[in-house]
């Protein structure tokens, strides 16, 4: 019996990767040929539908948002319009990703506006490669296609797919817009590969807003979590600079990357406690963005230890939070 169950979760695991495929490829192949106005409708229907349908990932990013706004979480009214503008940015998020497969390098580079392109540029300078730092955060897809269409040497490390069909697929939309994927594991073939491209003085993305257990307890959005110790270990072994960026949207949809300026990495010799201290400035350097651009904070992944519980000890309740709304526009 359990071998007839494990045979038939095999089949629903092939199948549902065969249709996330074919529904892929087949977006994929009608998108040039339909008025992008008429996509755009398309999208935000499928937006509000998916929005009533997938409850469950609706209600982890109702959790990211209330993690990133503390005590400061809306009412009623206000959360669930909160809730629809960061399920609206993913949506488009994923439009804009598709358009940029059919638009030339020219449209792409006019499709994101850039500040603090020198940042990238000084550290490149350097010779050593670049760690690009950044999170599941506004169109982050987006970044890779920006930078590799302005002739940057450009390549993301992504958590594959365990089917090796789809992954392929994904592989070959990123190489198509100039970008080369890193698988991240092995995770000692990953590490060898990043600092081969690190030499060659590329620029390699990390996404670090995903917390596992095995790495270092920092704080994130007044909560312990476990990041991971990947991107300063390699940092501090190679000499690569460590320059944060973004790229979100403003109130007029318009999306810009933004580049930081290199991070100044503690390097006092003592290896474990520098892996430590550089890891914790990294995470409050996107927490400062998560909690900036809560309605764009699109990671669904966040693990779930009980944190709202702690806050609503703490005298906030994700149903009747405490009222102090600030205004989210202000900063976004």
């Not at 789809?166 to 073939?189: C, H, N, V, W």
């Not at 790229?247 to 580049?259: E, F, N, Y």
């Not at 702690?310 to 989210?328: A, D, E, H, W």
């Amino acid at each position: 019996m359990a071998r007839k169950n494990n045979t038939v979760d095999k089949a629903l695991y092939w199948l549902r990767y065969r249709i996330g495929e074919y529904c892929l490829r087949g977006f994929v192949f009608v998108f040039p040929w339909v008025p992008q106005r008429l996509l755009a409708s398309f999208t935000s229907v499928a937006g509000r539908v998916t929005y009533v349908f997938l409850w469950k990932y609706r209600q982890r990013m109702e959790e990211n948002v209330f993690n990133a706004l503390g005590r400061d979480f809306p009412e009623a009214g206000e959360r669930e319009e909160l809730i629809r503008k960061a399920w609206r940015n993913f949506s488009k998020g994923f439009f804009e990703t598709a358009c940029s497969l059919y638009t030339s390098r020219g449209g792409i580079l006019s499709m994101v506006a850039v500040q603090g392109e020198d940042h990238l540029k000084n550290a490149l300078a350097k010779g050593k490669g670049v760690i690009a730092l950044s999170a599941h955060l506004g169109s982050f897809t987006m970044i890779g296609a920006r930078l590799a269409s302005a002739g940057y040497a450009f390549n993301v490390v992504v958590k594959q797919p365990r089917d090796r069909r789809f992954a392929r697929l994904l592989d070959a939309y990123r190489a198509q817009l100039g970008m080369q994927t890193i698988s991240a594991k092995p995770r000692r073939e990953a590490a060898r590969r990043i600092l081969r491209c690190l030499r060659k003085n590329e620029i390699v993305l990390l996404i670090a807003d995903e917390f596992k257990s095995g790495g270092i307890e920092v704080e994130f959005l007044n909560r312990s979590v476990s990041a991971a110790r990947g991107p300063v270990t390699l940092a501090l072994r190679s000499g690569a600079a460590v320059v944060p960026m973004f790229v979100t949207r403003d109130s007029d949809d318009r999306l810009g990357l933004s580049i930081f300026p290199e991070m100044d990495l503690v390097k006092t010799g003592n290896l474990q406690e520098d892996v430590a201290a550089n890891t914790a400035m990294t995470i409050r350097q996107l927490e400062t963005m998560v909690r900036r651009y809560p309605d764009q904070w699109n990671w669904l992944g966040f693990r779930r230890n009980g944190a709202l519980q702690r806050n609503t000890n703490s005298g906030v309740n994700i149903t009747r939070p405490s009222r102090q709304v600030k205004n989210l526009d202000s900063d976004s």
